[in-house]
Structures are given as C-alpha cells and as structure tokens.
C-alpha cells in the first residue's frame, strides 16, 4: 500500500508498511496514481512526452524492485500479554485546585472521593513494577493527577525509593511528571530539573482561551500564575526534556493560534491535542469541525516550517509533527500502541490497578491492588489482540501505523468498545501525519529551509 499527497507545494509517496517516504516530481506522482488505481491522472499525462514518461516507470520500477514502495504489509504477529509491565502511571493525587471544564477525571477526582496517594501505596506500585518488569532494563513511571504537585513530598519521597531500589534489580527508572504549573516554586522546580526525564505542562495558549477553559476551582482563570512558573521552569531546564502541552476545543477551532502564541511566549518544545468529550458537551469536537481543524494544521505546518528555517529547528518543536523517517517506532509499537493493560498500567491512590489513567475507577477493567499483585482478568490479552490489524476501520487505511489504531479509553469512552475509534480524530490523525512527514521530508531533501512552497520538491 502506497499514501499520495500534496503538502507545502510538494508531491510525496508514502510506503505504508516499510514507511518509507519519497518527494517527487509531477510526472512521478501522477504514474504513481495510476498505479495505486486512481484514473483520474492520465488525462494529465498526456502532456508528457513518451521519453520522459518512460524514464519516470523504469524509476518507479526500480523503487519497487528494491522493496522501496509497494512492500509487503506487516504480518501481524505481536502479542504482550506475557505479565511484564515496563510503564506505569502514579495517580498520586485525585484532586486539583483547577476546574477545568473538559476535564475527563471529574475535576480531578475521577468521579469519586479527593483524595491523595500514600507513600506506602507509592512504595508498594514501585515494588510491583520493579517485581513484574522481567529483564526489561530501562523503566518508567509517570506522576499523575489530578495535580501531582499537590501532594509533591510523596512525589519526592517515591522518587527517592525507586532510585534506591533500582540498582538491586538492575533497573534504571525515567520519571516524568504533568502538572498544570500553578503549584511550584524555586525548590519544586529545581527537583523536577533534576529528577525528571520529562516534564508536561499545561497551557492552552492565549490567555482567553486558557482562562475560559481551565479555572481555579474558586472561579479565577489561572493563566497569569500558570504562564509565569511555566517560564521559570523553561529558563531552568536547559535542554532537557519538557512540553508545553495545550488542549483545544470547539470554542477555539483556530488553534493554530495557540500554538503560535506559545512558541512567542517563549516556549520552544509545544503539544496541543483535540478534547475528546460526549457529543453533548457544548465543548465537544465532531466530524462537523473537522474541515476547519484539518485547515488549521495545514497553516501551522506552513507557519512551523517557516519558523524552523528561519531560526533553527531548536527553537520550535510541536510534538505531532515531530517525525524520524529513518528510524520511527518498532513494530510492536506500530501495530499495537502505547502498550496500556499489558506493557503499561496505571495506580490509582487506593493502590488499584487498571490498564491506564483513564480507565481509573472502572471497575470492568480493575486488575488488582499494589498491595496483593496483579490480577490480569484477561484484561492483557484482550488489549493485546486490539491490534491495527483487527480493527476493520484500520485495515485498510495509510496511517494505520502512525496512530497503531488511536487510543483505546478515547474509542471505549466514545463508542462503548476498545476497537472502535473515534472518526474525527481517525480524520485529524491522518492530516498531523501528512504534515509530519512533509515537514521531516522537505528539511531532510532540500538543505533544510529552502524550499518554495509555489513549486514541487526533488524528483524521486
């Protein structure tokens, strides 16, 4: 299976199983067409010459004879139910002093009881990661909320154990941490520096759109607080690992805006995801918005682009169009995802156990206690056969590989089973892709910042 498209004036193949991309010229990409069954591309074709036609075919020929394009698709193979857990997410509060109106865990709370996580449950999660990990080396765990930072000496002290421990197992634990900024100080973030491998922070974008959506649960927008800790903690990282991480919804479609406004602020390394919400929240995205936030990425990879070549692609990262194209994810990783209710499971403060985050609190997809072990219930064997290949929506489509069939608590949340994703963000999946590999391409081919977007890229 081969993906064709037009992206920052240029004409790019995609080779779906190997994912190897390759820029092209007009005559390449029309033949190209003709070969993945769209006849539409001949009536074009007759402007070209006989000659030049038939050099164009001997090089596709030759792409194809070595494995380039046309390959054959991925066997699908991969299973992860063997009892090894290499990730895991510490709900170390459900509670937080935002009110944010999206929020898919109740204000923090889940749906139940605020509440904080103990340092003996703490001790305990780590001691069953560090038990159930296998000869898996490198580990990781991520501190969680609600707002992880309002119970942040358990954050430390949990740090603290795990680095004693690890060394007596052979392990190397890389922490991480999402806070939405408003709980930190000199002291918290040069921990954070220090013991983080990365850290996610939460901002919007511009000070309207962030003060509507995320609230302190007194009613007052926290943007000011958030964005002035956020920017110290960014002149204290150095190089190190962080995001500023954003969600936008149907109150603001022009997202790329945010974005924009992040990168002014400031903030060179940017992620903003769509809101996932019942179709009845005044805030939720749908099929109806789509044509409009496909828009918008186009502008930003354009606008990202620009910005890349003109002040060095250090100084501006947003993390979906963030591509290698000589590497990329391993083929467990493209067909089955993050892993969540096999490779990776999350703790709730009471020391439950359930497949991720946003399972917590269901009690369907409970798999035990910290405290007594795991308890699969099958729950790994059935995340694990959730493959892109057992999806009939995924079978057949081009990004299948990129997105390894979208998240799994989105499609169940959503649509009531864990195989069935959500078509709008299946829709925006496939134009971040497009975007991705175009921007990774055109800084890869042509010397980085030179391209015209009024005309084609390298020929094949």
Known sequence: MVHLFEMLGSFFCLDVPSGSVITTDRLTYLLLMLRNGVPGALGELSTFSGEERAEAE??????????????????????????????????????????????????????????????????????????????RRNLEVDFF????????????????????????????????????????????????????????????????????????AGGR???????????????ARGDKDYYVRGTYTAENLDFCSDVLFLNDCGFDKVSIEPAVLPAASPYALGMSN?????????????????????????????????????????????????????????????GGIFPCHQFIGRAEFGMGNVFDGLRPNGIPERFSANTVSSKDGCKKCWAKYYCSGGCAANAYNLNGRLDAPVDYLCELQKTRTECAI?????????????????????KA
Do not use: W
Request: hydrophobic fraction near 40%.
């Open 145 to 216: 909320g609600g707002e992880p930072m309002l119970n942040f000496e358990t954050v430390k002290q949990t740090v603290a154990y795990a680095r004693a421990c690890e060394g007596a197992f052979g392990k190397r634990i890389r922490f991480t941490l999402t806070t939405n900024a408003t709980v930190m100080d000199e002291g918290s973030i040069d921990f954070l520096n220090r013991e983080m491998s990365n850290v996610v922070l939460s901002i919007d974008g511009r000070s309207e759109v962030h003060d509507s959506m995320r609230r302190f």
């Open 290 to 350: 789509v044509d409009k936030l496909k828009g918008e990425y186009l502008r930003l990879a354009e606008e990202y682009y620009k910005r890349r070549s003109a002040l060095g692609r250090d100084k501006f990262s947003f993390f979906h169009f963030m591509m290698d194209l000589s590497g990329g994810p391993c083929e467990k990783k493209r067909l089955l995802g993050c892993g969540a209710g096999a490779e990776y499971v999350a703790v709730s403060p009471d």
């Open 438 to 458: 175009a921007v990774a391409a055109l800084e890869a081919s042509d010397g980085f910042g030179t391209a015209d977007f009024g005309a084609a890229a390298n």
């Open 221 to 235: 927008g926290s943007f000011a607080r958030a964005k002035e800790n956020a920017l110290k903690f960014r002149a």
């Open 58 to 135: 001997a090089e596709i020929d030759g792409l194809i004879a070595e494995g380039v394009i046309f390959s054959p698709e991925i066997p699908d193979s991969v299973r992860l139910a063997d009892g090894v857990v290499k990730a895991m997410c510490l709900n170390v509060t459900h509670d937080c002093n935002l009110r944010c109106k999206y929020c898919f865990a109740d204000g923090g709370a889940y749906g139940g009881k605020r509440g904080s996580m103990s340092l003996d449950t703490a001790k305990a999660a780590i001691d069953m990661l560090l038990a159930s990990s296998g000869t």
